[in-house]
């Protein structure tokens, strides 16, 4: 059973940084494409940012590009969403997730490409 487990959210004002941690458990966490995506109140859940399974190729949406950072240790079967130069807009529940298939980041940005989800962290950034 795969598990998915994010932390480092919290209360950070504009400006700031906040990096989230993804620990995965079960399955063969390198084989497998691995993003970001966030959920403000109200609204969609949209893509912010995947990663290949080598970690050779990041995708991000364009909303935070150039401001947030997509990695991964896939000897900790852990992946990070560093996020600075925050803004009120960022404010949202941020889940990483994990893709159907192995070996594969096609339509990356899409929440169908991915059948396994954290519980979710909260981001909230003050103005």
């Known amino acids: 059973q795969v598990q998915l487990v994010e932390s480092g959210g919290g209360l950070v004002q504009a400006g700031g940084s906040l990096r989230l941690s993804c620990a995965a458990s079960g399955g063969t966490f390198s084989n497998y494409c691995m993003g970001w995506f966030r959920q403000a109140p109200g609204k969609e859940r949209e893509f912010v940012a995947a990663?290949?399974?080598?970690?050779?190729?990041?995708y991000y949406a364009d909303s935070v590009k150039g401001r947030f950072t997509i990695s991964r240790d896939n000897a900790k079967n852990t992946v990070y969403l560093q996020m600075n130069s925050l803004n009120p807009e960022d404010t949202a529940v941020y889940y990483c997730a994990r893709a159907r298939r192995q070996y594969y980041s096609g339509t990356y940005f899409l929440p169908g490409q991915y059948d396994y989800w954290g519980q979710g962290t909260q981001v909230t950034v003050s103005s």
């Open positions: 990663i290949s399974w080598s970690g050779s190729y990041t």
